[in-house]
């Protein structure tokens, strides 16, 4: 507590997703029982769902919202900083040549990707992890569609390889590059292939995605592979450990995933992601501390999911520093809308972990209800309201998931997913 005040030192680390939405729930619930200092190695905060768009000429400061505006409504010291050290027992943050205080932490520093894994990926495949890498496919893809104007032919390739954390959004960029190929009528000068690691077409989210993407993949003629572990990659050719071997002209990839920011002398897994109990976010051995997103341990990636843990962690902190409330666990729902241009796709997947590292989660066998998957040119509208629905909500210092106004979206959410999902 600081000397002399009831307020408890909150510090988070993180300008993303699970950070800002534990930073402003967490002010929410505590109000002035709370001194909140944010710590981010950037001075805005991304949408990055929707860098998906930017391939496809979107303008990246579209997505940008700078952070010292909803740091002052939300009454938030704002540091712009990188993060290097936790200090659990002395209860210190090394920040760039200094040390912050706190008497709670809250880990949000997100993952990394780490493409040296694989021989030759980081020399021959374009990314698309960050803005300057979406730009660079941009670049490519205005190649390919010259070249194919010209009346040449060429091949795409997508490769999902092993210990890839969220393949999601490269589905959506293999749907959208045959919309948008189609709608430049050249479609038919260009093979699309792809191929994962995974048994099934993200299969972290169960039989029914799986089994749309593949009727997807048969309706536009795209060609997909499972259980292609890549073995390395060379010029103009991508080897397998199965022996096979597909070739491409533009190879676009995911790699593997790594935490963003390592934290030497706290748990974690082989690849830094920090070992967290399930329900509360708290770091295993430092209940002072909490991890959400990409940072923890839990083993899908993605916006919503950290969401749900960052409110899990808010809420129970809150209880902690107010000294009443039941907060709720987290519970990994999964909710996504995947685009493809000319329809989008919705999937709300109850999850649960397995321990069994080859597949470390699964649907839910008792998900009942709750697993639902469905397509529409309908879900388009979805998603373009969440993209309007979350900047608006961190412009004001608000969290996502709480309020009238995601009482609303939730209700026309839950609507829509029973008549358009099954």
Same mark, same amino acid.
């Given at each position: 507590?600081?000397?002399?005040?009831?307020?408890?030192?909150?510090?988070?680390?993180?300008?993303?997703?699970?950070?800002?939405?534990?930073?402003?729930?967490?002010?929410?619930?505590?109000?002035?029982?709370?001194?909140?200092?944010? =710590?981010?190695?950037?001075?805005? *905060? &991304?949408?990055?769902?929707?860098?998906?768009?930017?391939?496809?000429?979107?303008?990246?400061?579209?997505?940008?919202?700078? &952070?010292?505006?909803?740091?002052?409504?939300?009454?938030?010291? /704002?540091?712009?900083?990188?993060?290097?050290?936790?200090?659990?027992?002395?209860?210190?943050?090394?920040?760039?040549?200094?040390? =912050?205080?706190?008497?709670?932490l809250i880990v949000a520093t997100g993952a990394g990707m780490r493409p040296e894994e694989i021989p030759g990926l980081r020399e021959h495949a374009l990314s698309?992890?960050?803005?300057?890498?979406?730009?660079?496919?941009?670049?490519?893809?205005?190649?390919?569609?010259?070249?194919?104007?010209?009346?040449?032919?060429?091949?795409?390739?997508?490769? =999902?390889?092993?210990?890839?954390?969220?393949?999601?959004?490269?589905?959506?960029?293999?749907?959208?590059?045959?919309?948008?190929?189609?709608?430049?009528?050249?479609?038919?000068?260009?093979?699309?292939?792809?191929?994962?690691?995974?048994?099934?077409?993200?299969?972290? /989210?169960?039989?029914?995605?799986?089994?749309?993407?593949?009727?997807?993949?048969?309706?536009?003629?795209?060609?997909?592979?499972?259980?292609?572990?890549?073995?390395?990659?060379?010029?103009?050719?991508?080897?397998?450990?199965?022996?096979?071997?597909?070739?491409?002209?533009?190879?676009?990839? *995911?790699?593997?995933?790594?935490?963003?920011?390592?934290?030497?002398?706290?748990?974690?897994?082989?690849?830094?992601?920090?070992?967290?109990?399930?329900?509360?976010?708290?770091? =295993?051995?430092?209940?002072?501390?909490?991890?959400?997103?990409?940072?923890?341990? *839990?083993?899908?990636?993605?916006?919503?999911?950290?969401?749900?843990?960052?409110?899990?962690?808010?809420?129970?902190?809150?209880?902690?520093?107010?000294?009443?409330?039941?907060?709720k666990p987290f519970d990994p729902i999964s909710m996504c809308v995947m685009e493809q241009f000319d329809r989008a796709t919705f999937a709300q997947v109850p999850?649960?972990?397995?321990?069994?590292?080859?597949?470390?989660v699964e649907v839910r066998p008792d998900a009942d209800g709750l697993y639902r998957v469905g397509s529409s040119p309908l879900w388009r509208l979805g998603k373009?309201?969440?993209?309007?629905?979350?900047?608006?909500?961190?412009?004001?210092?608000?969290?996502?998931?709480?309020?009238?106004?995601?009482?609303?979206?939730?209700?026309?959410?839950?609507?829509?997913?029973?008549?358009?999902?099954?």
């Amino acid at each position: 507590m600081v000397a002399g005040t009831a307020q408890a030192r909150v510090v988070v680390l993180g300008g993303g997703f699970g950070g800002l939405e534990a930073a402003f729930l967490l002010k929410m619930r505590a109000q002035d029982k709370v001194e909140l200092t944010l =710590v981010s190695d950037r001075d805005h *905060f &991304l949408f990055k769902p929707n860098t998906i768009y930017i391939p496809f000429g979107l303008p990246p400061e579209r997505l940008q919202i700078p &952070l010292t505006e909803p740091a002052r409504r939300g009454r938030i010291r /704002f540091i712009q900083a990188k993060a290097h050290e936790i200090d659990p027992e002395r209860k210190l943050v090394s920040v760039d040549g200094r040390q =912050v205080p706190y008497d709670y932490l809250i880990v949000a520093t997100g993952a990394g990707m780490r493409p040296e894994e694989i021989p030759g990926l980081r020399e021959h495949a374009l990314s698309i992890w960050t803005v300057e890498e979406m730009l660079a496919l941009r670049r490519a893809l205005g190649q390919l569609l010259e070249a194919a104007r010209q009346g040449e032919r060429r091949r795409v390739l997508f490769l =999902v390889p092993p210990n890839n954390k969220c393949s999601g959004p490269l589905y959506e960029i293999v749907f959208m590059l045959d919309t948008w190929l189609r709608r430049q009528r050249v479609r038919e000068r260009v093979a699309i292939t792809w191929s994962t690691y995974e048994a099934g077409y993200i299969q972290a /989210f169960g039989p029914r995605l799986d089994a749309v993407v593949a009727e997807e993949f048969a309706r536009r003629g795209i060609t997909g592979y499972k259980g292609y572990v890549v073995d390395h990659v060379e010029p103009g050719e991508v080897r397998y450990s199965n022996g096979e071997r597909l070739p491409y002209d533009l190879l676009i990839s *995911f790699p593997p995933y790594v935490a963003a920011t390592p934290f030497p002398g706290l748990p974690a897994d082989d690849r830094g992601f920090l070992q967290t109990e399930l329900g509360t976010r708290q770091l =295993v051995g430092h209940p002072d501390i909490y991890v959400v997103g990409d940072a923890g341990d *839990f083993p899908v990636k993605q916006a919503f999911l950290a969401f749900l843990q960052a409110d899990a962690a808010a809420e129970h902190l809150a209880a902690r520093i107010v000294g009443k409330g039941q907060p709720k666990p987290f519970d990994p729902i999964s909710m996504c809308v995947m685009e493809q241009f000319d329809r989008a796709t919705f999937a709300q997947v109850p999850l649960r972990l397995t321990g069994n590292l080859e597949r470390p989660v699964e649907v839910r066998p008792d998900a009942d209800g709750l697993y639902r998957v469905g397509s529409s040119p309908l879900w388009r509208l979805g998603k373009k309201l969440l993209g309007l629905y979350l900047p608006w909500r961190f412009r004001a210092a608000k969290p996502f998931h709480a309020g009238a106004p995601w009482a609303a979206m939730e209700l026309g959410l839950k609507l829509m997913s029973r008549l358009l999902a099954s």
